[in-house]
Nanobody, 127 residues
């Protein structure tokens, strides 16, 4: 599994960005895989943001981004998106996409359970 994240940038508070995670072929249609988005703010640990599970069976979000962030996928393009609206300065972080295999629901928020990672893309939200 290969992943490549892109779409980060500098945006003012209240603005929007859409992150993309391009995956190797058939990754998104594999019902054993969860695709997660994580972020790591400066000086802090990596945290779960959102995931789309088992080829789209369910979607989960960090509580603080619910209603502002939306995860979706396009199987034809082998790409997962993270649409981020109403951005806040506290959303500033290095954002990563990752794939985990055969995860149970209670484990999806732990980055240690994801075996495959893309490079990060920086999101900076100015106040």
């Amino acid at each position: 599994v290969q992943l490549q994240a892109s779409g980060g940038g500098l945006v003012q508070a209240g603005g929007s960005l859409r992150l993309s995670c391009a995956a190797s072929a058939r990754t998104l249609s594999n019902r054993n895989y969860d695709v997660g988005w994580f972020r790591q703010p400066p000086g802090k640990e990596r945290e779960f943001v959102a995931s789309i599970r088992r080829a789209g069976v369910s979607i989960h979000y960090l509580e603080s981004v619910k209603g502002r962030f939306t995860v979706s996928k396009d199987n034809a393009k082998n790409t997962v998106y993270l649409q981020m609206d109403s951005l806040k300065p506290e959303d500033t972080a290095l954002y990563y996409c990752a794939v985990g295999a055969n995860l149970i629901l209670s484990s999806i928020r732990d980055p240690r359970n994801y075996a495959y990672w893309g490079q990060g893309t920086q999101v900076t939200v100015s106040s």
